[in-house]
């Protein structure tokens, strides 16, 4: 178990997802990878590139035609594949004119836009006969990461890396090994490869220096406010399907959030990913280490690096990852950390990749207790925050639905197994002090649950008014710990897992309104907040 969930006792052990046969010719068509270069400032002209390999099961060389379509685009490559190989056709716009695709529809996060898709349709012959034939889903949009990294000579750099020019380029800039990591005023950073300042792939920027080191993403060449939260799990017994997982991205979309970190990777299903295109979610994707110096190190680096390597591989094509994290709360050992470096280089370069959730090019963890709004103004989770923790106890009419009678009141040992916690970082008493100081003690579930819907409401506005208030100036990002609950629990979430909205949802929907107006703490002072992309005329 964690903060947010007791321990399952099976472990979900045992096929929790669907198992297929599909029968093919000789010739295979393997993961793709598509990737989109905007080369004018105005986004009227689209690149895309797309890979797509085919690997040859038979035991005889076999020449074939791959073709891939998208709405009105068509391209097609002779290929020659070796028996029991791997080769991959390349498609390109120096090659294949209709790649350039003039008014493009991109693909944008929640808030900035439509998150535009377009099915690719791929399909390969074997002696004139159809052998293989693959459809999915896409985005044209280019990501990029403003962040400060270490240059050659020790100076730290505010730069803007197009780590997909870079890859196409063929260099590698980032260096995220555990030697090349720095501690630097506010935090640390990674270190940029010698000699890549001069990359085209690399620009430096200006910005605020309280910023420094923090990361900032760019979607499309827009800065992006990233207001979201954590999921821990999708589903704590992995009922997994597109219509039980799809009010939850519709609630998210509603709340006006615009990222998910997939926590520990614990999510890895198609429908998760699809969702998280088709609401404009971007997200942070985990692999599998947690905490360093509290659990377990991988002791078997060859196989956590192949199941890494295929669910890179299955799930690049989705235009809502935006990120690859080695590690919750810590850097993976350097012999796994240099692995999943260039892993990702390979198989998906155009990504960044993080070696840990928190504190390198971003924010720290927490808190995750009650605090009083004003600190979400002054001190609390300042830069990219990835986890921001605050409790949200659910509506009166979910926590009846979820406990038994007897157990629903007082607080009692069924609270606390629903994650009521009672002790450490993650405790309830400042929760509970607080509604006591400020709205008097509770007396019965109905008056404790109306009491409590009153800071659920004001802290998560405040959470992300917080933000609003030192955005691009000490603010990049800041996400919940937790947005989405994987059972009925009483603590972290903005609703409840039967999709029952609590206060929170309402405070982080008025808190991310991409245009709004708010008095920041303690100051009094009045905001006019416009994260939309468009500028404001004429506001009175």
Same mark, same amino acid.
């Given at each position: 178990?964690?903060?947010?969930?007791?321990?399952?006792?099976?472990?979900?052990?045992?096929?929790?997802?669907?198992?297929?046969?599909?029968?093919?010719?000789?010739?295979?068509?393997?993961?793709?990878?598509?990737?989109?270069?905007?080369?004018?400032?105005?986004?009227?002209?689209?690149?895309?590139?797309?890979?797509?390999?085919?690997?040859?099961?038979?035991?005889?060389?076999?020449?074939?035609?791959?073709?891939?379509?998208?709405?009105?685009?068509?391209?097609?490559?002779?290929?020659?594949?070796?028996?029991?190989?791997?080769?991959?056709?390349?498609?390109?716009?120096?090659?294949?004119?209709?790649?350039?695709?003039?008014?493009?529809?991109?693909?944008? /996060? =929640? +808030?900035?836009?439509?998150?535009?898709?377009?099915?690719?349709? &791929?399909?390969?012959?074997?002696?004139?006969? *159809? #052998? @293989?034939?693959?459809?999915?889903?896409?985005?044209?949009?280019?990501?990029?990461?403003?962040?400060?990294?270490?240059?050659?000579?020790?100076?730290?750099?505010?730069?803007?890396?197009?780590?997909?020019?870079?890859?196409?380029?063929?260099?590698?800039?980032?260096?995220?090994?555990?030697?090349?990591?720095?501690?630097? /005023? =506010? +935090?640390?950073?990674?270190?940029?490869?010698?000699?890549?300042? &001069?990359?085209?792939?690399?620009?430096?920027? *200006? #910005? @605020?220096?309280?910023?420094?080191?923090?990361?900032?993403?760019?979607?499309?060449?827009?800065?992006?406010?990233?207001?979201?939260?954590?999921?821990?799990?999708?589903?704590?017994?992995?009922?997994?399907?597109?219509?039980?997982?799809?009010?939850?991205?519709?609630?998210?979309?509603?709340?006006?959030?615009?990222?998910?970190? =997939?926590?520990?990777?614990?999510?890895?299903?198609?429908?998760?990913?699809?969702?998280?295109?088709?609401?404009?979610?971007?997200?942070?994707?985990?692999?599998?280490?947690?905490?360093?110096?509290?659990?377990?190190?991988?002791?078997?680096?060859?196989?956590?690096?192949?199941?890494?390597?295929?669910?890179?591989?299955?799930?690049?094509?989705?235009?809502?990852?935006?990120?690859?994290?080695?590690?919750?709360?810590?850097?993976?050992?350097?012999?796994?950390?240099?692995?999943?470096?260039?892993?990702?280089?390979?198989?998906?370069?155009?990504?960044?990749?993080?070696?840990?959730?928190?504190?390198?090019?971003?924010?720290?963890?927490?808190?995750?207790?009650?605090?009083?709004?004003?600190?979400?103004?002054?001190?609390?989770?300042?830069?990219?925050?990835?986890?921001?923790?605050?409790?949200?106890?659910?509506?009166?009419?979910?926590?009846?639905?979820?406990?038994?009678?007897?157990?629903?009141?007082?607080?009692?040992?069924?609270?606390?197994?629903?994650?009521?916690?009672?002790?450490?970082?993650?405790?309830?008493?400042?929760?509970?002090?607080?509604?006591?100081?400020?709205?008097?003690?509770?007396?019965?579930?109905?008056?404790?649950?109306?009491?409590?819907?009153?800071?659920?409401?004001?802290?998560?506005?405040?959470?992300?008014?917080?933000?609003?208030?030192?955005?691009?100036?000490?603010?990049?990002?800041?996400?919940?710990?937790?947005?989405?609950?994987?059972?009925?629990?009483?603590?972290?979430?903005?609703?409840?897992?039967?999709?029952?909205?609590?206060?929170?949802?309402?405070?982080?929907?008025?808190?991310?309104?991409?245009?709004?107006?708010?008095?920041?703490?303690?100051?009094?002072?009045?905001?006019?907040?416009?994260?939309?992309?468009?500028?404001?005329?004429?506001?009175?």
């Amino acid at each position: 178990g964690w903060d947010w969930i007791p321990g399952i006792r099976d472990r979900n052990t045992g096929l929790w997802q669907g198992v297929e046969l599909q029968s093919t010719g000789a010739l295979i068509i393997g993961d793709p990878e598509v990737s989109t270069d905007l080369p004018k400032d105005d986004n009227s002209l689209a690149d895309v590139f797309i890979d797509v390999p085919v690997t040859n099961v038979g035991d005889t060389a076999l020449d074939t035609t791959v073709n891939a379509s998208f709405d009105d685009v068509s391209v097609a490559r002779r290929i020659s594949v070796p028996p029991r190989s791997t080769v991959t056709a390349r498609f390109n716009p120096s090659e294949h004119a209709a790649l350039h695709v003039r008014n493009p529809k991109l693909w944008w /996060p =929640n +808030g900035y836009g439509a998150p535009a898709l377009h099915q690719l349709r &791929l399909a390969v012959d074997a002696g004139g006969t *159809v #052998s @293989d034939r693959r459809q999915l889903s896409f985005g044209m949009r280019k990501v990029t990461y403003e962040l400060s990294s270490l240059d050659q000579h020790g100076d730290l750099e505010r730069v803007e890396v197009d780590l997909a020019e870079a890859k196409r380029l063929g260099t590698p800039i980032i260096d995220e090994r555990n030697a090349a990591l720095r501690k630097v /005023p =506010n +935090g640390w950073a990674n270190s940029l490869r010698p000699g890549s300042e &001069l990359s085209p792939a690399v620009r430096k920027v *200006v #910005s @605020d220096p309280r910023l420094s080191p923090n990361l900032v993403l760019r979607v499309n060449g827009v800065r992006i406010a990233a207001r979201g939260g954590n999921w821990g799990m999708d589903e704590m017994m992995k009922r997994v399907e597109r219509e039980r997982l799809e009010p939850y991205f519709r609630l998210h979309r509603d709340a006006g959030l615009n990222i998910i970190r =997939n926590w520990m990777g614990q999510s890895t299903e198609e429908n998760f990913f699809q969702l998280a295109d088709e609401y404009g979610m971007m997200v942070l994707n985990d692999f599998w280490e947690s905490t360093q110096d509290n659990n377990a190190e991988a002791e078997d680096v060859p196989l956590f690096l192949e199941n890494a390597r295929d669910v890179v591989r299955r799930f690049r094509t989705h235009p809502s990852i935006v990120m690859w994290i080695g590690r919750n709360e810590g850097v993976p050992q350097p012999i796994l950390q240099t692995a999943l470096q260039d892993m990702i280089w390979e198989e998906d370069g155009g990504r960044l990749y993080k070696g840990s959730s928190r504190i390198i090019n971003l924010g720290g963890s927490g808190p995750y207790n009650w605090r009083s709004p004003e600190g979400y103004f002054t001190d609390f989770a300042k830069g990219f925050a990835v986890e921001v923790g605050t409790p949200s106890f659910p509506t009166l009419e979910a926590w009846q639905r979820a406990v038994p009678g007897p157990d629903q009141w007082p607080v009692n040992d069924t609270w606390a197994y629903h994650d009521w916690h009672q002790e450490r970082a993650v405790s309830v008493a400042s929760f509970m002090d607080a509604m006591k100081l400020r709205l008097g003690e509770a007396t019965s579930l109905p008056d404790f649950e109306r009491k409590a819907q009153l800071l659920n409401y004001e802290s998560h506005r405040a959470i992300f008014e917080g933000m609003n208030a030192g955005l691009w100036r000490t603010n990049s990002a800041r996400m919940l710990w937790m947005s989405h609950p994987a059972w009925p629990s009483a603590n972290f979430q903005i609703y409840s897992s039967d999709y029952d909205t609590h206060a929170s949802f309402y405070g982080t929907r008025k808190g991310t309104e991409p245009i709004h107006i708010q008095m920041n703490l303690p100051d009094r002072s009045l905001t006019l907040v416009n994260t939309t992309n468009a500028p404001l005329q004429d506001v009175t």
